[in-house]
């Protein structure tokens, strides 16, 4: 082999670079509040239908999952309620409603699951995450579980003893050099 393929055997072409960027997961918005008020026993990636005006405002990084929840309605198709795609800037006489319901596209064995398991006591489904990815926008949702007052305060208080360790790691760390 000539050693000039051998230099260049590591690098990427910019087309190859261009399609990693377009496969990495871009993420819109996070619902922190989900994970602190919910044991997430399970996710799921259900993609959006959505209008381009809905589209064109994530693109802009303009979305919040806080007040949303996830529905599956009697003809067993899954809903996406509450959430707030703010109206696109430009969009005119075609905009759509800040907090519209919005279909989820899921497999029918996923929401025949989530149905079933949303019905049990204490169970909800919740968004977690919006993101794009491929293009695509996508949300990420959790079969989720009550938490107690108690389980937030233990989670809280795990948290932050993570957080005092590796800042004492850290520094000793520092220390030894």
Request: proline residues 2%; charged residues 35%; aromatic residues 6%.
């Amino acid at each position: 082999m000539p050693k000039a393929w051998k230099k260049d055997a590591g690098k990427l072409t910019a087309t190859q670079k261009a399609k990693q960027a377009a496969d990495a997961k871009q993420v819109i918005a996070r619902n922190k509040k989900a994970r602190h008020d919910y044991f997430i026993e399970k996710t799921y990636e259900a993609g959006l239908v959505l209008a381009g005006t809905e589209v064109k405002a994530l693109r802009a990084g303009r979305a919040s999952l806080n007040e949303a929840w996830i529905e599956i309605d009697r003809r067993g198709e899954g809903w996406l309620i509450g959430a707030n795609i703010p109206v696109y800037s430009t969009g005119g006489w075609t905009n759509h409603a800040p907090t519209q319901k919005r279909k989820l596209l899921l497999h029918r064995d996923e929401l025949a699951e989530l149905a079933q398991r949303s019905k049990e006591k204490g169970y909800t489904i919740v968004p977690l995450e919006l993101y794009f990815i491929r293009g695509r926008a996508k949300v990420e949702i959790g079969l989720a579980r009550g938490k107690q007052e108690w389980d937030k305060r233990e989670t809280l208080r795990r948290k932050q003893d993570m957080r005092e360790a590796e800042r004492a790691m850290a520094e000793a760390r520092r220390r030894q050099r």
